[in-house]
């Protein structure tokens, strides 16, 4: 897992987040290729990834952005450009108002949504494809709450409640059941929508098969899902396929750098606190939950010396777990965590007044650029 680092740690202000345009553009060949081997288009899902300062090179292989608000629709259409894809749970009369301006293909969640916004959707200016996100119903998640075909799923319409008489002005169809994992996954899921929905299909002008594929994992079978996709298109009459990553695009590009502030503590392993925190800025490891890699460590006691990883903030369950080291841990260290791209960045927030780490960029030819650092205003403009 562990690479060679091509930054040096102690050169940053940190907290930082450093993104690598060269790992970017790495999970981009793959992602290239699958478009050209299936005639795919591939949009990046913004809720996963929305560093905008990378844009200029994804754009030059995805096809535009798939946004959950308002906010990412805009942030799409000014710095991505391309297509520009919303779905959301549900839309206020006001996203709506907004959405209209922004985007090319509008998803929704219901057809009373539907119903209720077809006439303004229809009639406005710029020409928006819509579609009705299903629910095929086959669940394929281990975790429930990364599962939108879970029991008592909000998320998509069901067969049972498919509406055929309502389907005037719908362009499409779109399922969204993955969540990090593989193709062989994604047969299941699209076996349940073709069976569930296939009669719809004829009359569809594309069908987007969501996100969660982790195409950009070394174990990912892609040979399996460029066929499931060339299949399935042959089998439609040439219907344009989209997938809307976000993971992959960013999974192993980036890093979270942390400094050892302080060494205390007397029951168990000693405790190093850092100037970052888990709740802060990396929630998924108290959510998902999961553990993050950190180059040069182990697991607890499997090298010489043992620490318990801890944030700055006061909640007790601000811990990001036990890792060993070769030689001790001592104040000013600097720890690197690694895959902080995608979910991480986009979660941040400024529990405690903890400040957002600073977010540095390293471009083709390897140089460092600092793109943004956080200060007090940026703590105090979100509360009043
Ligand atoms: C979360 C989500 C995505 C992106 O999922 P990844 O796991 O980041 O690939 C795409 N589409 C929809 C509708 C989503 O909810």
């Known amino acids: 897992m562990t690479r060679p680092l091509n930054f040096d740690p102690y050169a940053l202000k940190t907290p930082a987040f450093v993104v690598d345009e060269r790992l970017i553009a790495k999970n981009l060949a793959r992602l290239g290729e699958i478009k050209e081997r299936t005639g795919c288009r591939i949009l990046l899902a913004l ?50 108002e907004n959405f ?29 494809s819509c579609g009705i996100r299903v629910n095929p119903e086959r669940s394929v998640g281990k975790v429930a709450i990364y599962d939108p075909c879970a029991p008592g799923s909000r ?6 409640d498919f509406r055929p008489d309502l389907l005037g002005g719908i ?5 969204h059941a993955l969540c990090e994992q593989n193709s062989h996954e994604l047969a299941l899921v699209l076996e349940a929508f073709v069976t569930n929905f296939g009669e719809f299909i004829p009359s569809m002008h594309w069908i987007n098969f969501g996100g969660g594929h982790h195409i950009t994992r070394d174990d990912y079978d892609m040979d399996r899902l460029c066929q499931l996709i060339l299949d399935f298109r042959k089998e439609f009459r040439g219907i ?25 503590g007397s029951e168990g392993w000693p405790h190093a606190i850092l100037n970052t925190s888990a709740t802060c800025h990396m929630p998924d490891v108290l959510e998902m939950p999961y553990r993050p890699d950190i180059i ?14 801890g944030g700055l903030s006061c909640l007790a369950g601000d811990r990001i777990g036990s890792y060993s080291f070769d030689t001790p841990l001592t104040v000013g260290d600097r720890l ?12 941040t927030n400024t529990f405690n007044g903890i400040p957002l780490p600073s977010i540095y960029r390293i471009d083709m030819e390897g140089r460092l650029h600092l793109e943004r650092e956080f200060e007090y205003q940026d703590f105090k403009t979100r509360l009043g």
Not at 75 to 86: C, I, K, W
Not at 336 to 347: G, I, L, N
Request: proline content about 4%; charged content about 25%; hydrophobic content about 40%.
């Open 47 to 96: 809720k996963g990834f929305s560093m905008f300062s990378t844009f200029r090179l994804i754009r030059k292989t995805l096809d535009g952005t798939c946004a959950s608000s308002v906010h990412e629709a805009r942030l799409g259409r000014e710095t991505f450009g391309g297509e520009v894809h919303a779905f959301a749970a549900a839309f206020s009369p006001e996203d709506m």
């Open 100 to 128: 209209l301006g922004l985007c090319d293909h509008l998803v929704f969640n219901s057809f009373s949504l539907w119903e209720k916004f077809r006439p303004m959707t229809l009639s406005a200016p710029r020409k928006i």
């Open 155 to 160: 998320l998509g319409v069901r067969r049972r």
């Open 171 to 175: 362009e499409g169809l779109h399922f």
């Open 240 to 264: 344009p396929v989209y997938l809307e990553p976000g993971e992959a695009i960013a999974l192993n590009t980036g890093f979270l750098v942390a400094e050892v502030l302080d060494i205390t």
């Open 296 to 309: 040069g460590s182990g697991d607890e006691g499997e090298k010489a010396h043992t620490y318990q990883l």
């Open 336 to 347: 690197v965590f690694t895959d902080m791209a995608h979910y991480s960045m986009v979660k």
